[in-house]
């Protein structure tokens, strides 16, 4: 990843970051499909360089900034991001391109989606559907399945079903930078950022 572009969530009395983490991810989301639609992938991947997470007292943090990367100049101007998160200018800054400082990487960072299971009587429902057990059967398998997550997350709308979710995101730090593809949403199970 050599360019970047750097997107800062300003903290404001009308709405909560939260709301604007929603609304900003919403449309990247959206400029990443469209991307994505014309080259059948994506080499665009997100950061959070403020990102905190600890396990142990169950406390995640995303930050205010975004760090959205890309190997070309031309493939941050293809994504178009200003035009898509024009309706936010009240709550955001978004930076021009820039090179990545290579001198000030730290490490590199992977940023991931970790689905969590939802709901032991939905999961029941669902495999109900299957037909291999009945409900009974099937609410005694789930009954301990985890459906929850502490790590940050950002609450999203399905533009498929209109149904809210949560973007569960960790992170995993890594010595060395690694190629891949991201997903439509900047996240990726493989492929680095630079940390700086």
Not at 38 to 56: A, T
Request: net charge positive.
């Amino acid at each position: 990843m050599k360019y970047y572009l750097e997107i800062t969530l300003i903290d404001s009395e009308d709405e909560s970051l939260y709301f604007i983490w929603s609304k900003l991810y919403a449309q990247l989301h959206l400029a990443l499909v469209e991307v994505k639609k014309h080259n059948d992938k994506s080499n665009i991947g997100v950061s959070f360089p403020e990102y905190r997470f600890n396990p142990e007292k169950g406390i995640g943090f995303l930050g205010t900034k975004l760090r959205v990367f890309a190997n070309s100049e031309e493939e941050l101007q293809t994504l178009n991001i200003v035009t898509w998160l024009a309706r936010l200018s009240d709550y955001i800054h978004i930076t021009s391109i820039r090179e990545v400082p290579v001198h000030k990487i730290t490490g590199y960072a992977i940023f991931s989606r970790k689905q969590v299971k939802t709901n032991a009587s939905r999961l029941a429902r669902h495999r109900i559907k299957r037909g291999d057990i009945n409900f009974d059967e099937a609410v005694a398998r789930y009954q301990n399945i985890v459906t929850r997550s502490d790590l940050p997350f950002i609450q999203l709308n399905s533009l498929t079903n209109k149904h809210q979710f949560r973007l569960f995101i960790q992170k995993a730090n890594q010595s060395e930078m690694c190629s891949g593809t991201f997903t439509s949403y900047g996240l990726s199970y493989g492929a680095t950022v630079p940390e700086f």
